[in-house]
C-alpha cells in the first residue's frame, strides 16, 4: 500500500481545478513537487528518522481536501473568542484551510504586510515568487505534497528596516463534518534589521471527526534580522499534524522557535535550521505535554554554515498514560565554521511506567575550535520530593502537578514575550489539573478565556 | 493525643522498628534520644507515612483515628508535622506556591474556603519572623541554593505555617552553628502551647539546653529500653550510651 498515491492521483485528476482556484507562483512549483514524489513513499515505523513514528498510517485514511475553495459556513472570527489576554495582536484566522482576518487584522500595519499568498502574488509578486518554496525541502515528500497541493496560505513579510509592533497571531482551526486533511503554508520573510513576533495555534472544534494538517512553514531572516515564532498546539485526539518547519538566517540574525503541544493526537514536527551568516544567533525550545495515546515526535536538525554563531536548543516531554514522545536532533557543523557554540539538550519525564519516549541527539562536527555539546535524560518523578509534600498536606496528585509544572517552568521562562509566557505558566497548569479541555466560552473549547 | 503500641516497621525485610510502645499527651516535649542506627529517624517516618516503609505490627491512634490507615497527606491534615533531618530540594516549585498549595488543601479538607492572597501573603509575612527567615527566600525554589541553617529554618517557618498538633523534629540541630540552632529553637518555643506537643530527635543535649523535654526515651535496637524525666539527657551527654547498651545486651 501507498497512502501517497490516493493523493497524488487526486492531484492530477483535478489539477486544473486546483490550479484555476491558486496563483502561479504556487502553481510554478508543482511540476517540481511531482517529479519530487515520484517513487516515494512515506517512512514507516523504523525508518531512519522515524523510528517511533509511522506516516504511511497518517496519511493512509481517505481525508477530504477543499480544491475548489468553498467557504465554510457561519463566521469563523465569531467562533474564536479567545485572545492571549493583555496583548494585544494582529489576528488572522485559518478555519480549515480558508484564511479569514479577524480582530485588529490590517494588510499593510505599521510597515508589515499580512496576507494570503492569493492577495500577495499582485501586491507583493516579487516576494512571493523569490521566497516561496525557496528553502522547503522536497525531499521530504510529506513536503512535497504540500507543495503539490497547496493552494493558499499567508505570507508575512516585514521589509528592510520595519519592526512590528504588536505580535502576528494566526489560528488554525478545523470544523468540518467530514474527514479533512487541510494544506496549510505560512511564508514568513524578514529584512535587513526588521523584527518580528509570531504566534500560531491550532484547534480541533469538530472532536469526533478525523483531521489532518499537512504544514509547511519557511522563515527567511535578513541580516540582523529579530523572528520569534511560537507554534503551539491545542487540537484533539482526532487530530493529525504533520508540520515541517525550515529557517533560514543570514548573519547577525536572532531567531527563535518555540514548538508547543498541549493537547493532541498524533504530531510530527519537523524543525531546519540553516545558519548561514556569521554571528547568527538560534533558540530552539519545545514542550511537549502528552496523556492518553498521543504521540509527539519531535525532529531537529541545525546546520552551522557559517562561523562564530550561536545555537541553543531545548526540548521538553513530560508523558503520561500511555503516550508516546520521541525526540531526534542533529547539529551539524559544517567545515570552516570555527567558533560555533551550539548546544542541545533534550529533558523527558515519564509520569506513568506505561509512558515511552525515544531520544536520539547527534552532533556532527567538522571543524575544530567549536564548542558543542549535548545531553539527553529520562527520568522518573523524584519519589522524596513527592514524600516531602505530602507531609506538608499536599496530596499526591498536587504534588505530581507541581512536580510536572516546575520541570516545564525554564523551556516556559525561554519565551521572550512576558505576557504569552505568563500565559503559557497559566496554560500549563490547567493542562496539568485537567480543566484545560473544559471550557465552553467559545467553540473551540480550549479554556483560554479568563474571566 | 498520640498512642503508639507495639509499633513494628521494616525496611526491605529488615525489621527496624521491634515494639514501640510510646504514649504522648498535649502540652509535652518528648526527646527520644539513642545510638546511630536505633530506628529513631524510622519511627518518624513511619509516623508520617514513607512508603520506603512497611508496618508490620501494632497500632498507631492519633486522637482517637488510625493514624496508618491514613495516607501521608491525611496524617500531615490531621495535624502531624515532620521537620526533615535532610529537607528536600524541589527545584522549579516556589516556596510561595508550595506553601499556598499546602494550606488551602488543609483548608479544603476541613472544609473550609481557600485562603485569598493577600491573607496568604499577610501570613507568611507574619510567620517569617517568627524563624527570621528571609523574603528573598520565600520566594525561591522550595530549598534550592538554602544554606544548611536556612533549610531547618524554613522547616520550622513551615511548622508555623501548618500549625501542627504534634511536631517531629528530626535532629534539627544537625548542621547549625550556635546561632541557627538558637534562632530555631527559639521558633519552635514561640509555637508550643497547651493543645500541641513536641517530640525531639537529637543525640545532643545542646538542643535540649533550649527545648525542654519533659520526657526522655533511649530508643536501642528498636525499643524504647528507658525513659526519664530531663535528667536522663544530662547523664547521656556525661556518660555515653554504653553502660545503656551493657545493661540490655545483658538482659538478652
Known sequence: MNALKQYIDLFVEHRDTIEQHSVAPLNALRDKALNALDGAVLPRRGSEDYEATDLEAVFAPDYGLNITRVNFDGNPAESFRCDVPNMSTCLYLCFNDMIYPGANAVRNAGGVVIETLAQAATSHPDVLTGYYGSIADLGDPTVALNTLLAQDGILIYIPDGVTAERPVQLVNIFNAMQPMMAVRRLLIVAGRNAHARILACDHTQSKDVKHLSLQTIEIIAGEDSTIDFYDMEESAATTSRVSSLFVKQAAGSNVLVDGITLTNGFTRNDYRVDVDGEHAETTLLGMTIAGDSQHVDTHTVINHNAPRCNSNEMFKFVLDDNAVGAFAGKINVKPGCPRVEAYQGNRNLCASPTARMHTKPQLVIYTDDVKCSHGTTIGQMDQDALFYMQTRGISLESAKTLLMQAFMSDVIDGVRLEVLRDRLHHLVEKRFNGTLSACATCATACNNHTK | ?252
Open chain 2, 1 to 252: 493525643m498520640l498512642k503508639i503500641t507495639d509499633l513494628r516497621a521494616s525496611i526491605e525485610d529488615k525489621e527496624i522498628l521491634k515494639g514501640i510502645n510510646l504514649t504522648i499527651k498535649p502540652g509535652e516535649v518528648h526527646a527520644i534520644m539513642g545510638p546511630n542506627g536505633s530506628g529513631k529517624s524510622t519511627l518518624s517516618s513511619v509516623l508520617t507515612g514513607n512508603p520506603a516503609f512497611t508496618v508490620t505490627g501494632g497500632q498507631v491512634e492519633f486522637y482517637g483515628k488510625d493514624l496508618l490507615s491514613m495516607p501521608p497527606e491525611d496524617r500531615a491534615r490531621e495535624g502531624i508535622f515532620l521537620s526533615f533531618q535532610y529537607p528536600v530540594e524541589i527545584p522549579g516549585v516556589p516556596m510561595v506556591n508550595f506553601m499556598r498549595t499546602a494550606i488551602n488543601e488543609k483548608r479544603k479538607y476541613f472544609g473550609q474556603e481557600p485562603l485569598n492572597a493577600a491573607d496568604f501573603l499577610k501570613l507568611m509575612r507574619e510567620k517569617r519572623a517568627i524563624v527570621e527567615l528571609d523574603n528573598k527566600l520565600a520566594s525561591r525554589a522550595v530549598n534550592v541554593g538554602f544554606s544548611g541553617g536556612e533549610k531547618k529554618r524554613n522547616e520550622i517557618f513551615q511548622m508555623a505555617m501548618l500549625e501542627p498538633k504534634l511536631s517531629i523534629l528530626d535532629e534539627t540541630d544537625s548542621g547549625l552553628d550556635i546561632d541557627a540552632l538558637r534562632i530555631v529553637a527559639n521558633g519552635v518555643n514561640k509555637l508550643k502551647s497547651q493543645d500541641n506537643a513536641t517530640i525531639v530527635i537529637t543525640h545532643y543535649q545542646r538542643l535540649l539546653d533550649y527545648i525542654k523535654p519533659d520526657f526522655v526515651h533511649i530508643l536501642y535496637k528498636g525499643r524504647i529500653v528507658m525513659s526519664a524525666g530531663p535528667e536522663l539527657a544530662l547523664e547521656l551527654e556525661k556518660n555515653g550510651y554504653d553502660w545503656i547498651k551493657q545493661q540490655v545486651d545483658n538482659e538478652q
